[in-house]
């Protein structure tokens, strides 16, 4: 099946640092998705991106979709303790019937040292 | 505002007493998906729905079924919960139009299963 490798597995990174991390595909997807769960909670929809090469921002939140549509970063700019969460990269792939499947990375655990 | 809704947030049930875990959603989507997420990993996808049509994922145990009586509920079913199936169940939507740029997924805030 699809997979996705996403790294770094953690990071600990300084309140005001910059943080980067990406997810690589052997396979295409149609749409990348970047995901935040704090704990105990679902995810949370950060940033879709729809078109290869694609690069979208959200406030602090920078992503964009890999040419070949098989691989996408997230940076984040001026890390604050409230990043603090499991990011999760994941691809979509249309599955029939009308709807779509994601796939996730393993995600990336950040932890913002004050 | 529109949302998905997950009851109850945490659910305790005794080894082999069935469990119901409900989802409802504000948003009208076509979708509803059902995942299942143990400590440290990815939401694992269990089933979704389509409209009334029911897509169980291959390697989904028959111990887990579920239900969708209308558009805004979905319910999980755990016939005979074991020691293993401890997790956070996940509920998800999407627009489900077969147009790409609409097919982002929700998610619930999750129910937190724990079998004793």
């Known amino acids: 099946g699809q997979q996705l490798n996403q790294s770094p597995q953690s990071m600990f990174i300084q309140e005001g640092e910059d943080v980067s991390m990406n997810c690589t595909s052997s396979s295409i997807f149609n749409t990348w998705l970047w995901y935040k769960q704090d704990p105990g909670e679902g995810p949370v929809l950060l940033i879709a991106?729809?078109?290869?090469?694609e690069l979208t921002s959200n406030g602090r939140l920078t992503a964009q979709f890999g040419i070949t549509r098989k691989d996408s970063f997230l940076n984040i700019s001026a890390s604050i303790p409230s990043d603090v969460g499991i990011y999760f990269c994941?691809?979509?792939?249309?599955?029939?019937?009308?709807?779509?499947?994601?796939?996730f990375g393993k995600g990336t655990k950040l932890s913002v040292i004050p | 505002d529109a949302m998905v809704i997950q009851n109850p947030r945490y659910q305790v049930t005794q080894f082999g007493k069935p469990v119901t875990l409900s989802c409802s959603q504000t948003?009208?989507?076509?979708?509803m998906y059902w995942y299942q997420q143990k400590s440290s990993q990815a939401p694992k996808l269990l089933f979704h729905y389509y409209d009334k049509d029911f897509n169980n994922e291959a390697d989904t145990p028959d111990n887990f079924q579920s239900r969708r009586p209308n558009t805004s509920f979905c319910f999980l079913d755990i016939r005979s919960p074991g020691l293993g199936d401890a997790a956070m169940y996940l509920c998800a939507t999407s627009r489900g139009s077969g147009n790409r740029e609409l097919d982002e997924q929700y998610f619930g805030p999750g129910t937190r299963l724990t079998v004793t």
């Open positions: 948003l009208n989507h076509n979708v």
């Open positions: 994941a691809g979509t792939a249309y599955s029939g019937a009308g709807s779509y499947q994601l796939t």
């Open positions: 991106l729809y078109k290869a090469g």
